[in-house]
């Protein structure tokens, strides 16, 4: 779906930082990859490039990053470099951001939100039409269809990014990218929340590609796995191998600093079968 081959990403025209460094690896159909590491070791930067959002200075500076993706209506396959995504994007990518208040307006209700973000073609019929289908979606996720009603601020964080979630698979896109979608939420939202995304994954047969630096959220959740560290990736693969067999020291002491009960992993896995 997504080839990462030998890829230099980094910020600045007249100089250039490098924040991720000859980076390789695939984003095959139907799976969940995690992406891990400590603050700083490039994450949010390899996920704007799969994005291709390029508003904020990023650069490719060497290496591409190539979708193949099908389009859905014409059944003919597409190729495009990560310059190109932003006619993807919906369509066939989607992307949850972190920090649900600093992407929603707090002006502005849920639905009206929800309605100008679509694309236009999902606008063509009347809005109670889109309103009745964006509530039958959210119902399917257990949320409330006057969820819509709400500004930002009268929802709870966790309520706020679960919208977020459902709203980015409404769509349905083949990929979805999520860039800590639970950070600073509590370990039971983060839970519902984790469950939410397996399960829009699992129904819709995509892809979705988590960051985060939670070894344990992707414990519970990924197929595979890539560990970065200072921009590079240190080690990448099945998700229950690298848990059982951490090669690198830095993965080995992310795994050693999980929390655990009782010599027992303190997490479960939640999601697909590693
Ligand atoms: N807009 C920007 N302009 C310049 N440098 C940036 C920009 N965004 C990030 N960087 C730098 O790129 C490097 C990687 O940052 P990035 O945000 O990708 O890391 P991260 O692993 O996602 O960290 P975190 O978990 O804290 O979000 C850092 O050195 C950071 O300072």
Redesign the pocket.
Known sequence: MISIDNVTVG??TAGF?T?VDGVSFTIGSNEIIGIA??????????MRALYGDFS??LRIKSGTVTGRFTDAATGKAIEKPSSQFRDLWWDQISYIPQGSMSVLNPLMKIEKQVVDGLPKRERGGSRRELRARIAKFLAGFGLEENVLDAYPHQLSGGMRQRVLVAIAAFVNPRLILAD?PTTALDVVVQKKILLMMVEIQRRLQNTLVL?S?DLGVHYQITDRLVI?YK?RIVEAGRTAEIFANPRHDYTRNLIASLPRLHGQRAVDRVGAGA
């Open positions: 910020y600045g930082i924040a590491g400590e603050s700083g070791s490039g994450k949010s930067t390899l904020t200075g800590e960051v630096h970065m921009g």
